[in-house]
């Protein structure tokens, strides 16, 4: 992924990445190239890989797309926060003046709808990174730093229907048996995204 970052290859970047990071990159890079500006990236090691941690979207794809303000989204739609779990109802369908025991059963009945998830790797890397501009090195540095990188599946129509990834690198339709190819993209580097989400929705 760092190679296609280096190279700005969009196309690569819209395969490798969900449309919301792709999009963050590419404009970013974009920016970077007008005003005569090239940022190399070497990843010089990695170590201490593990996953950090996993989450589940319930609801309609269109209350987590992340292209759209979260300001735009939250006209129609409410989240709910369950532990890992982050459930979208259309607005009035849920009331959070009650308790959330007296909920359970509707909020069933919405994450067992559409249902995306995503999980999170971090890791010890030795970093190396060169700012060019026209043509000539204005900085440049190394060492090590932390790395989260996160991964989202596409959604699903019901959870029944989420993967179990196989050896192999395709997946098994849970309910159905059917293999289909591995088709989990890169969501969000350092959490930037993911924390930028939460925090709107915390308000």
């Known amino acids: 992924m760092v ?8 196309a690569a970047m819209s395969m490798m990445m969900t449309p919301a990071l792709a999009s963050m990159y590419t404009s970013a890079l974009n920016q970077m190239s007008e005003s005569g500006y090239d940022i ?15 989450s589940v979207k319930s609801g309609q794809s269109e209350a987590f797309d992340t292209t759209v303000p979260f300001e735009t989204r939250s006209r129609n ?13 259309e607005r009035g369908t849920l009331s959070k ?9 509707n909020l069933m009945d919405i994450y067992g709808e559409p249902v995306m998830m995503e999980f999170w790797s971090t890791a010890q890397a030795r970093v190396a990174i060169s700012l060019s501009q026209h043509g000539k090195v204005v900085d440049q540095d190394e060492g090590y730093m932390p790395i989260v ?21 395709h997946i098994r339709n849970s309910k159905y048996g059917t293999k289909v190819p591995f088709e989990w993209r890169v969501s969000d580097l350092f959490l930037n995204i993911t924390n930028k989400e939460i925090r709107a929705i915390e308000k």
């Open 149 to 169: 990188v996160s991964m989202a599946s596409p959604t699903y129509p019901h959870i029944t229907e989420a993967p179990i990834i196989l050896a192999d690198g």
């Open 97 to 105: 003046d009650t308790e959330v025991s007296s909920e359970l059963p």
């Open 40 to 54: 190399k990236i070497d990843i010089k090691s990695l170590n201490n890989v593990k996953v950090g941690g996993t």
């Open 3 to 10: 190679d296609v970052i280096n190279s700005k290859d969009e």
């Open 77 to 89: 739609f409410s989240y709910y926060g369950m532990g890992p779990h982050i459930i979208a109802s």
